[in-house]
């Protein structure tokens, strides 16, 4: 079985990509006490899922701006 993998690209303004990173660190600090708050584990685990995908994103913004 192949996996295809669609890569999508957004052009951003140094304004708009500095906006977006601190949205995306302000929602992953929340994120992350909602994920300690919880008892639920599949919920728990769908959290820890999202967590890591912002994180690459966040990531990826930091590289550009830097």
Known sequence: ???LTRMAQVTLT???AATLKKALEVYLS???ME???TDAQDFRD????EEAVLTRLLE???DVTA
């Open 1 to 3: 079985m192949s996996c």
């Open 14 to 16: 140094d304004q708009e």
């Open 30 to 32: 929340d994120l992350r």
């Open 35 to 37: 994920i300690a708050d």
């Open 46 to 49: 769908d959290l820890k899922r």
């Open 60 to 62: 990826q913004l930091r």
